[in-house]
């Protein structure tokens, strides 16, 4: 499969690059680790209080494989991203963003999904 090229629309607030159409985990089906798929998405801008990061690393936990099941404190509709241990660098910010800069090397830490997932190449947290 051949990469899309595109420009990052907004160079104010993105590093201004080439990329290419990122991979991410999902997961399709409440099946475990069979359920999960990789899948390529469009990279999208962080809104308000929002960064983006390109993920270097990220990592799976107990959490994670019970959500898989099905079997976590709360669900998500399907498909989904997932996880929410990662580290990279942050490549583009919100309008609303204080104390971070692209550039800045971060990681995030386990906290209640909320719709965001960060096992991929990229990632957007609050």
């Known amino acids: 499969m051949n990469p899309v090229a595109c420009k990052?629309?907004?160079p104010k607030?993105?590093?201004k690059k080439e990329i290419h159409m990122p991979k991410v985990l999902r997961l399709h089906e409440f099946k475990g680790p069979a359920g999960l798929r990789i899948d390529e998405l469009p990279l999208t801008e962080p809104d308000g209080n929002e960064i983006r990061i390109k993920v270097d690393?990220?990592?799976l936990n107990y959490g994670d494989f019970e959500l898989m099941d099905n079997g976590y404190v709360f669900s998500v509709d399907l498909p989904s991203r997932i996880g929410d241990e990662?580290?990279?660098?942050?490549?583009a910010v919100g309008p609303d963003v204080t104390g971070f800069k692209i550039g800045d090397r971060i990681s995030t830490m386990p906290w209640m999904n909320e719709g965001y997932g960060v096992d991929g190449e990229?990632?957007?947290v609050p």
Request: aromatic share 12%; net charge negative.
């Open 8 to 10: 990052t629309l907004n």
């Open 13 to 15: 607030n993105s590093i």
């Open 57 to 59: 690393a990220f990592s």
């Open 86 to 91: 990662a580290a990279g660098v942050i490549d």
């Open 122 to 124: 990229f990632a957007i």
